[in-house]
């Protein structure tokens, strides 16, 4: 089920090498309009700098990026980030404020500076996302007493209430236990499905990829190792390439399960 | 934001705030060493109209704008470092402004410049060479918030080295004025001061409301806030040129009066909660209303000697961060 639809994000060439060491890149990507990627791969494979760059948070040191075909050069600030909405992976260890407090910080990009309060729209797109993530009894409680998932649930409410278009997530489930990894991919799937968001995940969990992505990117030292559907990036060979480690994959259900083995190496 | 915010009373402690503010206002240019009545004032008896219009008066309404300048510069600070102990004072404003103020009394220029005296104009030119200075530096290596601090503290220990050469070659009664000078003091006020000063303090308040946006997109991480749309270097210029033209202004009246700028905003957020809508507003007010009292207390504790008002905030200062450190702990 690979996409060919038209890409809504795509970079060529891009590449972050500073000081001529060899980070990220050159690579050549396209997200297709609706679809999940999943950008899989071991730590320090160039996952995050991969996010920021496609996200504009760093400036590539080569390689051109667009947006719905225009060149991010063109776009400011403030418009890109009403284009793809970020969910980091760090975040300040304490957030003074309360859920619905950061959801709508979420409406930065669609604010001005004169306004004295925010608009009627502004509180109608919080309430869209809180409903949406299911966290509504949450609106009010400080995010600091929040448990990881709960947590997890508002930065992502936050950057639906950004309304843009693309959705870029780094390593959403990490530090998240089973039931919560569950409730995330259930909401991703939710939003995939019922928003026809656009979707780009960085990840290391092979069966979180497995579960999301319509397509999986794999990344090794900076480099695109294969970019295909689950099935076929899940294969013992590509993925022993790519982690060093040997994995066993079960077939069978919609997705490709793996299994890490233990010993060799 | 829409309701009320987590842990404050928003709309509550302004009003609070405002009513305070009121009161000093009111009460404190009628109290001092020598009481004056509110009704001989208004009945034009000479004593008590010269003590009350060309005395007290001025001199709170320096109070209140310097304690609100350094309450809101403080909060800008603290979000923009995101640190709760960081101070106008943090990148060697107030070294550099004492700087400028010794070499002006080494050189006894004491002559006036646009109503101001120069040792005033020159130690606001140390504060601003010394906030160019640590922002240039920092500038180079992208003007990360670390090496900000570190390019403070680089610039502030230099003036400091320079402070003492200069002293050490002055004579006694010099360097007598150039220590006097440095515990901050709200002594010698008239109206010139006032109109300096007030200019400098709201439109930096006005500026840092509009920017409240993005001081609170700060409290959720400088990586979040750009995927959003804050251009942070820019904004980083911005509050640290805003906060900057408001101290350098604030000492070159007054001398540098510390720890202001770090017990308001404190306790404002503790009742008002962190949406700098209102946080600003209530830091202005609360600002004010604690310098003026302090500065009350300051001319009257001792009466008929008067304490200089720094130093009341700095014997207050000490046992506040003392209490933050056991009290406040549960907090963290």
Partial sequence: MTRTGEPILSAHGLAWNPDGRQILGPLDLDVVRGECLAVVGPN???????????TGLLRPTAGEMRFEGRPFATLTRRALARRIAYVPQIRPARVPLSVEEVVLLGRYPHLSAF????????FAAVDAALARVGIE??????????SGGER?????????????????????????DARHQRDLADLLLRLASESGRTVLLATHDLNLASLLGDRLLALSAGRVLACDTPARILEPGLLEDLFQARFEIVRGGERPVTLLQLGGG | MRGKARSGHPGTTLFILLILWG????????????????ADVLRGDPTASVIFWQLRLPRVLLALLAGAGLAVSGLSFQTLFRNELAEPYTLGIATGAALGAVLALRLEESGVLWGMPLVSLASFAGAISATALVVGLAWKRRGSTAT????GIAVSLSCSALILFTQYLSDSTQTFRMVRWMM???????????MWTAPWVLGGAAILLALRWDLNLLLL????????????????????????LMIGALVAVAGPIGFVGLMVPHMIRRWVGHDHLFLAPACLLGGGVFLASCDLAARTVMAPAELPVGVLTALLGGPFFLWLLVLGKKDR
Avoid: M, N, W
């Fill in chain 2, 184 to 194: 901050g003091g709200l002594s010698v006020v008239g109206y010139g001061e006032v």
């Fill in chain 2, 148 to 151: 900000l601090l570190l390019a």
């Fill in chain 1, 152 to 176: 997890q649930a508002a930065f992502i409410a936050a950057a639906l209430a950004q309304e843009s278009e693309l959705l870029v997530l780094d390593e959403p489930t990490i530090h998240l």
């Fill in chain 1, 137 to 146: 009894a949450l609106r009010r409680r400080p995010v600091d007493e929040l």
């Fill in chain 2, 221 to 244: 991480g400088e990586e979040l806030a750009a995927s959003r749309g804050v251009d942070l270097v820019r904004l980083r210029i911005k509050v640290l040129g805003v906060a900057s």
């Fill in chain 2, 23 to 38: 009161a000093v206002f009111l009460i404190a240019p009628l109290v001092g060493s020598q009481r004056v009545d509110l």
């Fill in chain 1, 115 to 122: 306004q004295i309060a925010p608009r009627q729209e502004d």
């Fill in chain 1, 44 to 54: 320090g494979a160039g996952k995050t700098t991969l996010l920021r760059c496609l």
